[in-house]
């Protein structure tokens, strides 16, 4: 391949698609030579092997012979070959090569010429760490054996380059790839000898390690500086280094420990960490630390700051799910299917239109719904033709949900205590198609009074709204103790109210599927566990394949056993937003009434001898048992004769306080005394 060395003797046959695009052989060839002014073009390594091998004299055929006839034949016939004159050309490439060949010098020259003995192995190091190797023979040092064999071929058929030389890796090597070569072999012997040396060192070296460790394990600062540290915080890559520091020493406690240092001192330190680096009250992320594992909380608040994938519910009475991501994908939206769990769902990677302002959204293709929301109305399983409450339905994606899974047959009663929330809920359900729905404004606490008899109600109760804290970061500041206290008073409260409007004998219902958006268990398992006391409901699985048991006990709490087939998501292991799912069964629509109210009016303390002894009602004690419609007697029922007088005191000076009260007339009630000193 290529053109010979002098174009002058080639046979012209016109110019062809190599002659327009290459230059001659000769202009090639005055890279490859070696010359005095060198150009600042650096060749590549297959050119200058290329250019070494026309500037060493190729072997005859009969300088083949002659060498094999050295090998047979002994010092002499080497003696006999050395002396053997060059003339004419061959002597002047040899002078040229001696005097320009770039890489080698007059210490190595030797390598050019046929070895005359095998030299000992102390000899070939020397002059393979000599300046032999040096300029561009350390390239060709690196060359592997594999290259070479490439670049050749068999013995049968000779590779022939572009000036019309052949090579042949076997029978032709460059000295410096036999110097290669040796040095390999006498890196290899070195570092089988140095194997076990270096096990020694290693050996050596081990306690040198275990210092170095302890001199970088994590050392807790002292409560002054912790002080400091919370006046002036440092910089946000200093606390994430501690924090990360302080984690892995809880989690190994026992043998990564501060001597003299409690546990409780590490978790001060990382709890002010947590809340600078994340921008947490302390209120807050002292509840979130009660709740999860150290290295689970870590993740839990990371995941915090992320926001969720942005989901759509394909609308499946006006379209179907393929059909629909067949559309916006070819509007350029980045799609895929929710999950195995969902067959209405569709996760939204990246989209070049608005997802809310397509035409498929105002038309009531689907509906932008977080997949969280999309579980409780999984878990109720509305069937068709029934009569279901929604008693929070703003802005009403899951009571449209319920339409789309009873095909818009049956009866639904859309309730919210906000009326401009309703508004919302009104162009939703006309968008997306809904015919049978019903709204209406009414406090849910009060329904059971103005509708009841519902084979399924859905309560999607207010909450505090620390499992969506992706999407409103104020969640982490703005969340006090009496916040969550007074959430968990209105649930109870809804939960009774709901659980009273369900019809127990429903022939396919008598469900009730409690939902909330937060990860407290004060606004989950315990709201739970009060409504499996104060009515007659249990709990039964919620349906869902996926997701965290709820809690059967906590901290000094402990909830009824059932509550482990609630459901919990998290944002850090389930990628959505923080959720709680609870589905109970009714079985009787009789309210159970506490035993004759003793229990709230006599309370019992334990004496030395761990004897029950009966203790005088309070005044609020006697006021609550008045408010239920109970006979002063019975209320001091089993109480010795000097407590009934001073419960019958209280009593009375409690009605005095209330009846002499001015009423709405301005008439003072007196009648109201005498009639209960009567009835005393």
Not at 248 to 256: G, H, K
Not at 368 to 390: C, F, R, T, W, Y
Request: net charge positive; with cysteine.
């Amino acid at each position: 391949m290529g053109r010979k060395l002098d174009p002058t003797r080639k046979e012209k046959r016109g110019p062809g698609r190599k002659s327009r695009k290459q230059k001659g052989a000769e202009a090639e060839l005055a890279k490859f030579l070696p010359a005095d002014v060198q150009t600042s073009k650096r060749l590549s390594s297959h050119a200058r092997k290329r250019a070494a091998k026309r500037c060493q004299e190729l072997p005859t055929p009969v300088d083949r012979k002659n060498a094999d006839l050295q090998e047979h034949s002994g010092p002499q016939d080497e003696k006999a070959f050395q002396q053997k004159p060059v003339t004419g050309r061959k002597a002047h490439e040899m002078q040229h090569q001696e005097a320009n060949t770039l890489g080698f010098s007059d210490e190595n020259a030797e390598w050019l010429t046929v070895a005359k003995r095998k030299r000992p192995q102390s000899e070939e190091s020397e002059e393979e760490g000599g300046p032999g190797l040096g300029y561009r023979g350390e390239e060709e040092a690196m060359v592997s054996d594999d290259e070479h064999l490439s670049l050749g071929s068999s013995d049968a058929e000779e590779m022939v380059d572009d000036y019309g030389t052949s090579s042949n890796s076997q029978t032709e090597q460059l000295p410096i790839e036999k110097a290669a070569r040796k040095l390999k072999l006498l890196q290899e012997k070195k570092g089988r000898q140095g194997s076990s040396s270096r096990d020694n060192e290693d050996d050596a070296l081990a306690p040198d390690l275990a210092l170095n460790m302890d001199v970088e394990a994590f050392v807790l600062p002292s409560s002054q500086a912790i002080q400091e540290m919370t006046h002036h915080p440092s910089d946000l890559h200093v606390i994430h280094q501690r924090i990360q520091d302080n984690v892995e020493v809880l989690q190994n406690f026992a043998a990564r420990r501060e001597a003299e240092r409690t546990r409780q001192e590490y978790l001060t330190l990382l709890r002010k960490d947590l809340a600078v680096y994340f921008s947490y009250g302390d209120y807050l992320i002292e509840k979130l630390m009660e709740l999860f594992p150290v290295s689970e909380l870590v993740d839990f608040l990371e995941a915090n700051e992320v926001q969720r994938p942005v989901t759509i519910r394909t609308n499946t009475l006006k379209t179907r799910r393929r059909d629909l991501a067949q559309v916006l994908i070819n509007r350029g939206v980045n799609l895929d299917p929710l999950g195995k769990w969902s067959k209405t769902g569709l996760v939204i990677y990246d989209s070049s239109v608005p997802i809310g302002a397509t035409p498929e959204y105002l038309a009531g293709h689907y509906m932008l719904q977080g997949a969280s929301s999309l579980l409780p109305v999984m878990a109720l399983a509305p069937q068709e033709n029934e009569k279901i409450l929604d008693m929070c339905c703003a802005p009403g994606g899951k009571t449209s949900y319920i339409a789309q899974l009873m095909k818009n047959t049956g009866m639904i009663l859309a309730n919210d205590a906000n009326a401009e929330r309703l508004k919302s809920v009104v162009g939703n359900l006309h968008r997306l198609g809904v015919t049978n729905a019903v709204v209406s404004n009414y406090d849910g606490r009060q329904f059971p009074k103005v509708l009841g008899g519902f084979d399924r109600v859905l309560l999607d109760a207010p909450c505090s709204g620390t499992g969506v804290i992706s999407k409103d970061p104020m969640v982490k500041t703005n969340k006090m103790e009496v916040d969550l206290l007074r959430c968990a008073h209105l649930q109870k409260e809804l939960l009774l109210g709901a659980i009273d409007s369900v019809d127990a004998d429903s022939e396919t219902g008598g469900y009730l599927v409690y939902c909330t958006c937060s990860i407290t268990v004060e606004e989950n398992e315990w709201v739970t566990d009060y409504a499996l006391k104060k009515r007659n409901v249990k709990l039964v699985p919620t349906g869902l394949d996926f997701g965290s048991e709820g809690f059967t006990r906590f901290r000094e709490r402990r909830f009824h056993p059932s509550l482990k087939l609630a459901r919990r998501f998290y944002p850090h292991t389930h990628n959505m937003d923080g959720f709680y799912v609870a589905k109970f069964k009714k079985f009787s629509n009789m309210i159970p009434k506490l035993v004759k109210e003793v229990d709230s009016t006599v309370v019992t303390e334990q004496t030395s001898l761990d004897m029950p002894v009966p203790v005088a009602p309070t005044a609020k004690q006697v006021k609550n048992s008045s408010d239920q419609g109970l006979n002063v007697n019975e209320q001091l029922n089993g109480l010795s004769s000097a407590q009934r007088q001073t419960g019958l005191k209280l009593k009375q000076k409690s009605v005095q306080q209330r009846l002499h009260s001015k009423s709405a007339r301005g008439k003072t009630k007196t009648h109201m005394l005498k009639k209960f000193k009567k009835g005393k």
